[in-house]
């Protein structure tokens, strides 16, 4: 593994972060919110522009730039930096991926080349508020997420007026950016219980029966949507199996989306931490008490460098999540540095995203507190970064959940012991404590995460 960043790499960090720097304050974050779509259009179509950046991880035959997970995930570092509200997470890192593994060659060719130039936004629906679950993020992946046939997920079935076409009908919450997307990406169940899977729907915002409400989200720059479909017409995307397949196509596509998405939502994290850290230690060299700048008082410092450590090693984690993804991550393989096996991508990006998400939150949290008085005042901006990994934990989370699901694909627990911690007859789960797929592959996933903590990769992420 080459640790340094490309020349390409390091121009995609450079153009993205000078461009948000000019247009992308925390007034001028305040103010996109406040929109009917919820983002700054004409920044969201010059960052298509500029950068291409809704097309960054999506192949040049279909318009994009060509890029990877690695790529995208440094992008999402930069926008997370000043909290960019835009449609980048729910069409390019969610909705685009699942396009291209799942959707026919005719859909693929009509679809992704309007994602990469900015000009077709798409949000995924996953029902009962179950995406972390579905993107394998947390939980075994079993197709419960999707309602299992019964009541309280989105049911298809075949129009009744003939050809290809299918109905749907059900609820939708917590749907990212859903309110304002254009396509919408609707996981339902068909086929009831004889023969029921899960299917993946293209449902255009104008369709008839659909009905869309924004909703209040704790975190206004990731907004959200209740989508109500009532007997609502839908192209399937991709071609259905009947049932008859031997696997889940579509938990697996879902399944392959989480591994990239969890290294872009765990670099997007590190963005907002080291955001809110740098903020916070600007404001305690410049406030001063009893004649000097809080900054040098011994406790605020020892505070500040927890702050730092976690951020820095979150950091590590998240790059190596990335790098693992673009790698294809596949178990069995040497995929991680001096040739240890079992470091598969999803595991270092669950593991990722559970230790950028709690850098996020202590970051965030010592800057409420380190900032005073003013720092509780709602209309700070300390809170936007609050606000953040609050709802980050709650859409993408729990952070223990991520790590037990690490821990469950690694082997960590035995048969019995899957929901989630172990504990088989008052006994932990921990089995196959030498093997190359138990607790050694996972301790190796670690070790490589700390050796780059010290070893360069954080350098290249210093301001």
Request: aromatic share 6%.
């Amino acid at each position: 593994m080459d640790a340094a960043f490309t020349e390409e790499q390091d121009e995609i960090r450079r153009t993205l972060r000078t461009l948000l720097r000019e247009r992308c304050g925390p007034d001028e974050v305040k103010a996109a919110v406040q929109t009917a779509p919820g983002y700054d259009e004409a920044l969201w179509r010059q960052l298509a522009r500029t950068l291409g950046l809704p097309g960054l991880a999506l192949p040049s035959a279909y318009g994009g730039v060509g890029c990877g997970v690695a790529e995208l995930a440094l992008a999402c570092e930069e926008t997370g930096h000043v909290l960019l509200p835009s449609p980048l997470l729910a069409t390019t890192v969610f909705a685009a991926p699942l396009v291209a593994a799942v959707g026919t060659e005719a859909q693929r060719a009509e679809l992704l080349p309007r994602i990469a130039e900015g000009a077709l936004t798409a949000a995924l629906a996953v029902p009962g508020r179950a995406l972390p679950e579905a993107l394998g993020l947390v939980g075994a992946r079993d197709g419960a997420w999707a309602g299992g046939g019964r009541a309280g997920g989105v049911q298809a079935r075949p129009d009744s007026g003939g050809g290809a076409r299918w109905r749907l009908y059900g609820q939708v919450e917590q749907v990212l950016g859903g309110h304002s997307a254009e396509l919408l990406l609707v996981a339902a169940r068909a086929g009831g219980y004889t023969r029921g899977r899960t299917l993946l729907f293209l449902v255009p915002a104008g369709a008839d029966g659909l009905v869309r409400t924004r909703l209040t989200a704790l975190d206004a720059t990731r907004p959200q949507a209740r989508i109500e479909l009532r007997n609502v017409p839908a192209e399937l995307l991709g071609v259905d199996d009947g049932g008859s397949g031997s696997g889940d196509g579509v938990a697996e596509a879902l399944a392959a989306v989480g591994t990239a998405a969890a290294a872009v939502l765990a670099a997007e994290a590190v963005g907002a931490a080291d955001a809110a850290l740098a903020r916070t230690v600007d404001y305690v060299r410049a406030r001063e008490q009893f004649g000097r700048p809080i900054g040098s008082f011994q406790a605020v410092k020892h505070r500040l460098a927890d702050v730092y450590v976690a951020v820095q090693a979150a950091r590590s984690a998240a790059y190596y999540a990335a790098w693992a993804a673009s790698q294809g991550g596949a178990e069995g393989t040497d995929a991680a540095p001096g040739g240890a096996q079992g470091t598969d991508a999803a595991v270092a990006g669950g593991l990722a995203l559970a230790q950028a998400l709690e850098a996020q939150r202590m970051a965030a949290a010592e800057a409420v507190q380190l900032h005073g008085g003013i720092g509780f005042t709602w209309e700070h901006e300390a809170h936007l970064y609050f606000k953040r990994a609050a709802s980050d934990e709650l859409l993408f989370g729990p952070v223990h959940r991520l790590r037990a699901r690490a821990a469950e694909r690694e082997g960590l627990f035995g048969a019995t012991d899957r929901a989630p911690y172990g504990g088989h007859d008052g006994r932990g789960g921990m089995v196959d404590t030498a093997g190359a797929g138990g607790t050694m592959g996972l301790i190796s996933a670690l070790g490589v995460m700390g050796v780059m903590g010290v070893t360069g990769v954080t350098g290249h992420g210093r301001r």
